[in-house]
Nanobody, 124 residues
Framework: QVQLVESGGGLVQAGGSLRLSCAASGRTFSRYAMGWFRQAPGKEREFVAGISWNGDTTDYADSVKGRFTISRDNAKATVYLQMSSLKPEDTAVYYC?????????????????WGQGTQVTVSS
């Protein structure tokens, strides 16, 4: 059974930082690209960041570029999202997902395994 479990969410003041983790199990982690998405109340789930199977290439939404960093540790089967300079508009439930490819992409339809999500709330 393939499973993704996120952790690290919480409440933080604007300008602060958080690090999200996503632990994977159930299939060979290094064979798949990973992504982070987020969903704010009343909005569609949107792409945040993606990383290739070996971590050599990454992609970011314009809204988080320069503030967020995605990384992975294949030995630990874990992907991370380091979030800095957080803004109230970053408030959302954050989901990690595993893509059916070694290469990252922005379309959530290409991701077949999802975590349960972790809440990030940024106060002004």
């Amino acid at each position: 059974q393939v499973q993704l479990v996120e952790s690290g969410g919480g409440l933080v003041q604007a300008g602060g930082s958080l690090r999200l983790s996503c632990a994977a199990s159930g299939r060979t982690f290094s064979r798949y690209a990973m992504g982070w998405f987020r969903q704010a109340p009343g909005k569609e789930r949107e792409f945040v960041a993606g990383i290739s199977w070996n971590g050599d290439t990454t992609d970011y939404a314009d809204s988080v570029k320069g503030r967020f960093t995605i990384s992975r540790d294949n030995a630990k089967a874990t992907v991370y999202l380091q979030m800095s300079s957080l803004k109230p508009e970053d408030t959302a439930v954050y989901y990690c997902a595993q893509r059916r490819s070694i290469w990252h992409g922005r379309d959530r339809k290409d991701y077949d395994v999802w975590g349960q999500g972790t809440q990030v709330t940024v106060s002004s």
